[in-house]
């Protein structure tokens, strides 16, 4: 990557334009964003990975999230200042374009993708100090909220994403910190996982992006 060049990805000898500067913005083209993800995934993911028309709308407003476009991000109902919350069902893709998109964009400090049920095993061996490494600064997406179980440190039990999330919430109000998170719960599910107060300070940081419910899984 070159500094001054954040638009032009460079993977061996291909090089992807992603738009052009203008002034001194970066004017981005949705289209060649894709073609780059793509291509992206296929190198990630293998030659079986492909954009899908029907998940457009998605990797639209992604994509215009990631880029940090106001105008687009505005009339899409995103606030850039908030995270993301994508949902959707199990196999849709979710994981998949949260580690995609970081390639996008490698002039910003790209956020660490953690899977919620490994935080919780973390919990179960070392008690609330997981609590403070994830609740902290960081740039974190939390993979996959909602199926891990319970923690439980020496008998006593935890709703330790719930405490994170609570945490983080403090330091999104104090310091802007940003998190992401994917989940295959829809918001009532996820209210009766965390808790009224959990879910309504879920909804002041998250954007919600979610994937139609009856999206194919993406594995068959
Ligand atoms: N666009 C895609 N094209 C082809 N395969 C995909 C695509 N997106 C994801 N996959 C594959 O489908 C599986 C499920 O994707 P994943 O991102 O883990 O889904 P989710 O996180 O929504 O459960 C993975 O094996 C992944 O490699
Ligand atoms: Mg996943």
Redesign the pocket.
Same mark, same amino acid.
């Given at each position: 990557m070159s500094k001054s060049k954040p638009h032009i990805i460079v993977e061996g000898s291909e090089s992807f334009v992603l738009g052009e500067i203008k002034g001194n913005q970066i004017t981005y083209n949705f289209e060649q964003m894709l073609v780059y993800l793509?291509s992206k /995934?296929k190198s990630v993911?293998?030659q %079986?990975? &492909? @954009?899908?028309e029907e $998940?457009r709308d998605i990797l639209f407003k992604l994509c215009n999230y990631v880029i940090k476009d106001e105008v687009n991000c505005k009339k899409l109902g995103l606030d850039l200042n908030k995270g993301i919350l @994508?949902s /959707?069902?199990? /196999?849709? /893709? %979710? *994981?998949? @374009?949260?580690?995609l998109l970081r390639y996008v964009v490698p002039h910003q400090k790209a956020y660490k993708i953690i899977p919620a049920r490994n935080i919780v095993f973390g919990f179960n061996h070392l008690g609330y100090k997981t609590i403070e490494d994830y609740g902290n600064g960081n740039y974190f997406c939390f $993979? $996959?909220l909602g199926v891990e179980p319970i923690g439980r440190h020496y008998g006593k039990d935890c709703n330790v994403m719930g405490e994170i999330i609570l945490s983080r919430y403090d330091l999104f109000i104090s310091t802007k910190l940003k998190t992401h998170v *994917?989940t295959?719960l829809n918001a009532q599910e996820l209210e009766e996982r965390y808790g009224k107060r959990v879910r309504s300070r879920m909804r002041e940081v998250f954007n919600l992006v979610a994937?139609d419910k009856n999206t194919g $899984? %993406? &594995?068959k």
């Amino acid at each position: 990557m070159s500094k001054s060049k954040p638009h032009i990805i460079v993977e061996g000898s291909e090089s992807f334009v992603l738009g052009e500067i203008k002034g001194n913005q970066i004017t981005y083209n949705f289209e060649q964003m894709l073609v780059y993800l793509e291509s992206k /995934g296929k190198s990630v993911y293998g030659q %079986k990975f &492909r @954009l899908f028309e029907e $998940d457009r709308d998605i990797l639209f407003k992604l994509c215009n999230y990631v880029i940090k476009d106001e105008v687009n991000c505005k009339k899409l109902g995103l606030d850039l200042n908030k995270g993301i919350l @994508l949902s /959707g069902p199990v /196999g849709c /893709g %979710k *994981t998949s @374009l949260m580690q995609l998109l970081r390639y996008v964009v490698p002039h910003q400090k790209a956020y660490k993708i953690i899977p919620a049920r490994n935080i919780v095993f973390g919990f179960n061996h070392l008690g609330y100090k997981t609590i403070e490494d994830y609740g902290n600064g960081n740039y974190f997406c939390f $993979d $996959d909220l909602g199926v891990e179980p319970i923690g439980r440190h020496y008998g006593k039990d935890c709703n330790v994403m719930g405490e994170i999330i609570l945490s983080r919430y403090d330091l999104f109000i104090s310091t802007k910190l940003k998190t992401h998170v *994917t989940t295959n719960l829809n918001a009532q599910e996820l209210e009766e996982r965390y808790g009224k107060r959990v879910r309504s300070r879920m909804r002041e940081v998250f954007n919600l992006v979610a994937f139609d419910k009856n999206t194919g $899984d %993406k &594995r068959k």
